[in-house]
């Protein structure tokens, strides 16, 4: 096993993969809804690779995916299931393999769901980083990677060695490690993930252009919505080290939101220095989307899990209050005042959720 590898990834697996791919004409790559860059990153490298073997591959996401990524090589093949759905169900009907990447609750798909859930006879792969999976033919399942670009580089370096990564798969998987770290700040920043980084480096990637095109470009209307959200819309709750900001349809409206424009806000009170757990509500058509971040051993997974329909990992997670905003931030409150220490009195209260 390459050095650059982590010694987690099962090489049988690798062989199993291949052998399930040699044995597909067509084959359909899958992220889950309000892809980020790590979920375009992963599908667009996995669909890359394919592709070079001659396979059919189409990579689905159910909606549209931040503007900032389209610096990724290949994402203008990401096709948008709400755009091309019959289109899209006639091909995941017939699809002889279905390899899910960065995601693994099929209700992730949205929309999507159905269509995957049409085809019975279709393997299924799994290749995802979160907590909790389920049971699929074929299973990458390691929350111990602190991306699935990252988990997806080692199956490509054992299936083909270095000469697997080309650039444009080089220049996508360093975009879905780089954002699912925030930018290598947070989350498993292991000696193997550098290893990884370096070797993409090698391979022509070169991380301040890439950098520049994902944090650099945003438009000047989300960046006057995150100084007025920081300004006007975040609550502090120092004495419990926490921290939420609210987001409503009508504020979206004001400052003509976009796909991608809400990403990373919910990191930026994890910078005051009494706040280590972050919470962002946002108002949707259907239901109250929240976002949570931790630093330490608050675990927002279980806190997503139990509280909010919710869920993903320790310090990252998210969930749904179905009702509406005022409602979604008092069972926040509440549930914050009952599971998290006083700061300055660790015996008051629990550090976990309950």
Same mark, same amino acid.
């Given at each position: !096993?390459?050095?650059?590898? =982590?010694?987690?990834?099962?090489?049988?697996?690798?062989?199993?993969?291949?052998?399930?791919?040699?044995?597909?004409?067509?084959?359909?790559?899958?992220?889950?809804?309000?892809?980020?860059?790590?979920?375009?990153?992963?599908?667009?490298? @996995?669909?890359?690779? @394919?592709?070079?073997?001659?396979?059919?591959?189409?990579?689905?996401? %159910?909606?549209?995916? %931040? =503007?900032?990524?389209?610096?990724?090589?290949?994402?203008?093949?990401? #096709?948008?299931?709400?755009?091309?759905?019959?289109?899209?169900?006639? &091909?995941?009907?017939?699809?002889?393999?279905?390899?899910?990447?960065?995601?693994?609750?099929?209700?992730? @798909?949205?929309?999507?769901?159905?269509?995957?859930?049409?085809?019975?006879? +279709?393997?299924?792969?799994?290749?995802?980083?979160?907590?909790?999976? %389920?049971?699929? /033919?074929?299973?990458?399942?390691?929350?111990?990677?602190?991306?699935?670009?990252?988990?997806?580089?080692?199956?490509? !370096?054992?299936?083909?060695? +270095? /000469?697997?990564?080309? @650039?444009?798969?080089?220049?996508?998987? &360093?975009?879905?490690?780089?954002?699912?770290?925030?930018?290598?700040?947070?989350?498993? *920043?292991?000696?193997?993930?550098?290893?990884?980084?370096? #070797?993409?480096?090698?391979?022509?990637?070169?991380? %301040?252009?890439?950098?520049?095109?994902?944090?650099?470009?945003?438009?000047?209307?989300?960046?006057?919505?995150?100084? &007025?959200?920081?300004?006007?819309?975040?609550?502090?709750?120092? +004495?419990?080290?926490?921290?939420?900001?609210?987001?409503?349809?009508?504020?979206?409206?004001?400052?003509?939101?976009?796909?991608?424009?809400?990403?990373?806000?919910?990191?930026?009170?994890?910078?005051?220095?009494?706040?280590?757990?972050? +919470?962002?509500?946002?108002?949707?058509? /259907?239901?109250?989307?929240?976002?949570?971040?931790?630093?330490?051993?608050?675990?927002?997974?279980?806190?997503?899990?139990?509280?909010?329909?919710?869920?993903?990992? =320790?310090?990252?997670?998210?969930?749904?209050? &179905?009702?509406?905003?005022?409602?979604?931030?008092?069972?926040? #409150?509440? *549930?914050?005042? =009952?599971?998290?220490?006083?700061?300055?009195? #660790?015996?008051?209260? /629990?550090?976990?959720?309950?």
């Amino acid at each position: !096993m390459t050095k650059f590898m =982590k010694n987690t990834l099962d090489f049988t697996k690798v062989i199993q993969l291949q052998r399930l791919c040699a044995g597909a004409q067509t084959i359909a790559v899958l992220s889950h809804t309000n892809p980020d860059g790590d979920a375009i990153g992963s599908g667009v490298a @996995l669909t890359t690779f @394919l592709t070079g073997f001659g396979h059919t591959v189409r990579f689905f996401v %159910p909606n549209h995916y %931040p =503007k900032f990524l389209t610096c990724v090589p290949g994402a203008e093949r990401v #096709e948008i299931f709400s755009e091309c759905a019959d289109e899209a169900r006639a &091909y995941l009907a017939d699809a002889d393999l279905i390899i899910c990447s960065d995601f693994n609750q099929i209700s992730r @798909l949205d929309k999507m769901t159905e269509a995957v859930e049409a085809n019975v006879v +279709a393997p299924r792969v799994l290749i995802d980083h979160h907590m909790d999976p %389920p049971e699929y /033919e074929l299973s990458f399942s390691d929350p111990t990677y602190s991306s699935t670009s990252h988990l997806v580089f080692d199956i490509l !370096m054992a299936w083909g060695g +270095a /000469e697997a990564i080309t @650039l444009d798969v080089a220049k996508a998987l &360093y975009v879905g490690m780089m954002t699912d770290t925030g930018n290598f700040s947070y989350g498993n *920043l292991t000696p193997a993930l550098y290893r990884a980084v370096a #070797e993409l480096v090698e391979r022509g990637v070169r991380p %301040p252009e890439i950098s520049q095109a994902v944090f650099n470009t945003q438009s000047e209307n989300r960046l006057r919505m995150v100084g &007025y959200l920081l300004s006007e819309k975040m609550r502090v709750d120092a +004495a419990h080290r926490t921290a939420y900001i609210t987001l409503t349809r009508a504020e979206k409206t004001r400052f003509n939101h976009q796909i991608g424009d809400t990403e990373g806000i919910v990191n930026m009170p994890l910078s005051i220095e009494t706040v280590d757990f972050s +919470a962002m509500f946002i108002e949707t058509l /259907e239901c109250i989307k929240i976002s949570f971040r931790s630093q330490g051993d608050f675990d927002v997974n279980l806190f997503a899990r139990e509280h909010f329909n919710g869920g993903g990992h =320790k310090n990252a997670a998210g969930g749904r209050y &179905y009702g509406p905003m005022s409602e979604a931030v008092s069972r926040f #409150e509440a *549930l914050v005042r =009952k599971v998290r220490p006083v700061a300055g009195n #660790e015996k008051q209260g /629990e550090g976990g959720a309950a």
